[in-house]
Structures are given as structure tokens and as C-alpha cells.
């Protein structure tokens, strides 16, 4: 049971554009929501997070954008970079999973210089 | 602040062998967790610990997986005997308690069962 959904396996981007990375889930309880990076042999890495009481959270180039009714987030980064090429997996945890997260699949972001 | 450590990095055995993977979390890090992840697919909880007791196991096969934390901090992941569909990337992770919003990831222990 996919809780956690990124049906965009690859995207690729032009440097100085922006881009969006999109998740899907199912469960309504979940109130927390997170955005990992994840280079070649390397472990995930915390990028920027979004409680469910907002809507919005910026870091830097990083946004996530949260709509709750459409069950859907986003990441946008802008101006994207080279170095932002990368696995990016979301992330959920709810009051009903018992403190666990649930990740999507990752998408694959290629920056071209 | 030292992050997440994890060994063996690489590991390769043979099906029916078995393999333990260690993980010291960050200092201070009370929630520890074993997550599995196969190629194409994101990580999945296999185990999680709070202090030196164990949360939920509910994905952890039982039969062939065991993990121990004994003292709280340190962990070990053993797996006995391997099979080739656990031929995967092993992640440890931890959080402050139980219930922060963030966890933090080790590098990967990479697993192959041929």
C-alpha cells in the first residue's frame, strides 16, 4: 500500500530554471511532510519540511508548497543549479502511523548546466 | 556534530549466508530505525527503537532479520539467512525522541546477495 506517491520517476531541468517536484499521498491523517535529497552513494539527506498547519515553508531556493485538500506537495527550486541534481524522495508521518514515515519513490533531478 | 555512522559500507554474500550491519546514531539521539531500501524504490521502516526498546517491528521479517540495541545506543541489523531479494541499501537513521518531526539518515549499508 503506496501511502507516499512521486509519479515523475525523472525530470530534467535547464540551470537558472526553476524546478518542481511534485507528491502525492492518501492518508488524511498525515500531519508532517518532508523532503529528502539523496546523491549516489549516499544516505537521504534532510532538505525542508512542511507541517500541515501551514501551507507554505521557504529555505533559501527551496519551497515546499502544501495542499491539503488536493492530498499534494510540492518542492520548487529556484534558480536550480548543477549541483542540485539528485534523488529527492517526500515523506509523511501521521497521527495514525505510529510516529512512522512513509516515502514515495524519488524523483531524479537533472540540473543541465 | 557527528552524523549517522553505519559499517560495513559494502557487503557481499552468498544466499543462504549471513550479514550483520552497525549503526551508531547521533549523540544524544534517543529514536533509532532500520530502514530498507530496494533499487527504484524509497526506504521502508523495518524496525524502530526508542532507547534500547523496540517501537514497532511490524515490517521487520522475523523469521530471517533481528536487531538489538542493547545499551540504548549503538545497533546491530543482522540478517540470517540472506536471501537475494534482500539485496538492498540498509539506512539507519535517528531522531531526538520519539515523535520529532526530523530524522537524520547514515550513509548506507549496501547489501549483495548473489
Known amino acids: 500500500d503506496q501511502q507516499v506517491k512521486q509519479n515523475s520517476p525523472s525530470l530534467s531541468v535547464q540551470e537558472g530554471r526553476i524546478s518542481i517536484l511534485n507528491c502525492d499521498y492518501t492518508n488524511s491523517m498525515f500531519d508532517y511532510f518532508l523532503w529528502y535529497k539523496k546523491y549516489p552513494a549516499e544516505g537521504p539527506t534532510f532538505l525542508i519540511s512542511i507541517s500541515s498547519i501551514k501551507d507554505k515553508n521557504e529555505d533559501g531556493r527551496f519551497t515546499v508548497f502544501l495542499n491539503k485538500s488536493a492530498k499534494h506537495l510540492s518542492l520548487h527550486i529556484v534558480p536550480s543549479q548543477p549541483g542540485d541534481s539528485a534523488v529527492y524522495f517526500c515523506?509523511?508521518?501521521?497521527?495514525?502511523?505510529?510516529?512512522?514515515?512513509?516515502f514515495g519513490t524519488g524523483t531524479s533531478l537533472t540540473v543541465i548546466p | 556534530e557527528a552524523g549517522v555512522a553505519q559499517s560495513p559500507r559494502y557487503k557481499i554474500i552468498e544466499k543462504r549466508q549471513s550479514v550483520a550491519f552497525w549503526c551508531n546514531p547521533i549523540?544524544?539521539?534517543?529514536?533509532l530505525y532500520w530502514y530498507q531500501q530496494i533499487l527504484g524504490q524509497g526506504p521502508k521502516l523495518l524496525i524502530q527503537?526508542?532507547?534500547?526498546?523496540?517501537?514497532?517491528d511490524s515490517q521487520l521479517p522475523k523469521d530471517r532479520f533481528s536487531a538489538e540495541r542493547l545499551k540504548g545506543v549503538d545497533s546491530t541489523l543482522k540478517i540470517q539467512p540472506a536471501k537475494l531479494e534482500d539485496s538492498a541499501v540498509y539506512l539507519c537513521?535517528?531522531?531526538?525522541?520519539?515523535?520529532?518531526?526530523?530524522?537524520?539518515f547514515g550513509e548506507g549499508s549496501w547489501l549483495t546477495v548473489v
Open positions: 537513521a535517528s531522531s531526538l525522541e520519539r515523535g520529532r518531526n526530523t530524522i537524520y
Open positions: 515523506a509523511a508521518r501521521g497521527l495514525n502511523t505510529g510516529n512512522q514515515f512513509y
Open positions: 549523540s544524544g539521539h534517543a529514536t
Open positions: 527503537f526508542q532507547n534500547n526498546g523496540v517501537v514497532d
